[in-house]
């Protein structure tokens, strides 16, 4: 039977990544650092940013590398387990389990992509990342947060109904849409459906951005986004679609 891993286990294979992969590991979700990188995995699995740093300095004694890492301290024994286990596989291998800790039906994509020839770009896996981050970010410190702090929270992702998380009260909802940015400015899309929502239901719909992954997460929020200051601009994009049908 498949051992089925925890946050913790994720976090300490990932910080094993960066220990042995360091700067190779970076480039290949073309993150700008290794806070950068700490930030958006950390959030997106759901463990402190700052446990995937301390697992990688614990790791960095065992492979070559200009840190000294924990060399003083002796390797604890869910580490040593984790090092045992992943240490010997290849960049292209570790690189896709850690995808599939933050990327959602990793490996049917991988299956879709290897059959389809699908161009599946880094970037790509990167904004996923960034926002599920950013989502992890809001379900961790919404209760924080005193507008949602009497709240219930549900999340509605996987119903793809305008927003992410519904939040009730006996006598109240909201309706959140997160999004993620890597920088303290830059654009935001929203879909068609996400912004036929936020209109219709006003300041009862939030648009919470979270920002400066790259350093230090922080969050803005905007109530009735489309009757606030933010400035939408609207883009279409025709897409051909090719179907083939059949008698019975």
């Not at 910080?15 to 997106?44: C, M, P, R, V, W």
């Not at 929502?197 to 230090?216: M, T």
């Not at 994009?237 to 083939?244: A, E, G, L, M, P």
């Amino acid at each position: 039977m498949v051992k089925q891993l925890s946050n913790r286990d994720k976090a300490i294979i990932t910080g094993l990544y960066f220990s042995k992969f360091d700067t190779l590991a970076l480039n290949e979700f073309e993150f700008e650092g290794f806070q950068h990188a700490f930030n958006i995995l950390g959030y997106s699995i759901g463990v402190k940013p700052a446990s995937i740093k301390n697992y990688r300095d614990e790791f960095d004694p065992y492979f070559p590398n200009a840190r000294k890492g924990w060399h003083k301290r002796p390797l604890r024994m869910y580490c040593k387990e984790v090092l045992d286990i992943y240490s010997t596989l290849h960049f292209e291998e570790l690189t896709n389990i850690i995808k599939s800790f933050i990327l959602p039906n990793y490996d049917i994509e991988q299956c879709v992509t290897k059959l389809l020839k699908k161009d599946t770009t880094e970037s790509i896996a990167k904004r996923l990342a960034t926002g599920k981050a950013a989502e992890e970010y809001f379900k961790i410190n919404y209760l924080g947060i005193e507008v949602f702090s009497k709240y219930e929270l549900t999340d509605a992702r996987i119903l793809a109904c305008g927003f992410d998380f519904k939040l009730s009260s006996e006598e109240n909802f909201l309706l959140v849409e997160v999004k993620g940015m890597n920088l303290n400015s830059g654009s935001i899309l929203m879909t068609e459906k996400e912004y036929s929502v936020a209109g219709q239901f006003k300041e009862k719909y939030c648009l919470f951005v979270v920002k400066n992954f790259i350093e230090q997460p922080k969050h803005e929020m905007f109530f009735n986004p489309i009757g606030s200051t933010l400035n939408f601009k609207k883009h279409e994009r025709k897409v051909v679609q090719t179907n083939y049908s059949t008698v019975i």
